[in-house]
């Protein structure tokens, strides 16, 4: 990236390096469906293309396809073009734990996929467990339940992690019915993890807020809770995991979604 570029970028750049979906304007490349960006009302001719993040490909374009969440959503985008990259071990599922963490205030869970065979295309000639961490806590505020939720998912062989935090609520009145619980935050970000620390997640789920990451997409507003099912769904890559937590084989996912998953050399 130029100094040039850098400075344009700097300016409408919020704190995690994300820019809102607002201040972009969708473009095509040709002979592609792939969607880019421009800065929208840039009088700078020599703008660059803005390539959304690679690691949050399918997110991306789920938000910019629905201008509701287009207003309240901001994502990462870059100048350089990286390519479009195409259970349980204890605890319970999401289900099952809203009830339990109403009682217990604190709920977490570790699913997981043991070793792949060479068949599952992940590394050639290596096989590697897949693991979805989740905590869940509870909180009461102005008697609304408050939920926050956060979720690890990776693997034992490569140090990034992807991870997503959400905020939602509900009216304890309206409990079990989680249809009616709303979302007031929802953000996605890849963190380095070591080895030592990577091992202290997957084994035993115990997290480490000190490790370096970088914030791929965020939602500030009040959205359904069914947003996070769907992200969650097409953000992590294995999605026989994120399934399994969430108990999304009743839900149905908008056909036009355009699903891309890293590379091996990514995930």
């Known amino acids: 990236m130029s100094e040039h570029e850098k400075k344009l970028l700097d300016a409408f750049q919020d704190k995690d390096g994300l820019i809102k979906i607002t201040d972009l304007e969708k473009c095509k490349e040709v002979n592609s469906e792939r969607i880019l960006f421009k800065l929208k009302n840039n009088k700078d001719y020599n703008q ?3 390539y959304p993040s690679h690691r949050a490909l399918s997110v991306i374009d789920y938000l910019v ?9 901001s994502i990462r985008v870059s100048t350089d073009d990286m390519g479009m990259l195409s259970a349980p071990m204890f605890g319970v599922n999401f289900e099952s734990a809203i009830k339990t963490v109403i009682r217990k205030k604190f709920v977490k869970s570790i ?7 060479n068949s599952s295309g992940f590394i050639e000639g290596k096989g590697f467990a897949c693991y979805l961490v989740v905590h869940l806590g509870v909180s009461e505020e102005y008697g609304q339940m408050k939920f926050h939720l956060e979720a690890w998912h990776g693997n034992e ?19 079990p019915q989680l249809e009616q619980a709303v979302i007031e935050h929802l953000d996605g970000a ?17 997290k480490n807020k000190d490790l370096p990451y970088q914030k791929q997409f965020r939602i500030d507003g009040k959205i359904p809770l069914h947003i996070l099912y769907e992200i969650a769904k097409i953000y992590f890559p294995i999605d026989s995991l994120t399934e399994e937590y969430f108990g999304l084989n009743g ?16 995930f």
């Open 48 to 50: 660059p293309l803005l």
């Open 111 to 117: 699913f997981y996929i043991p070793q792949q065979d």
């Open 65 to 73: 396809r629905d201008s509701t969440l287009s207003n309240l959503s």
């Open 157 to 175: 062989v490569d140090p990034t992690v992807f991870y997503m935090h959400s905020i939602f609520s509900i009216d304890p009145f309206a409990l």
């Open 190 to 206: 890849i963190i380095e993890y070591t080895q030592l620390d990577k091992e202290e997640l997957f084994r035993r789920g115990n």
């Open 251 to 266: 839900i149905t996912s908008d056909n036009n979604i355009q699903r891309y998953r890293v590379s091996a050399n990514d």
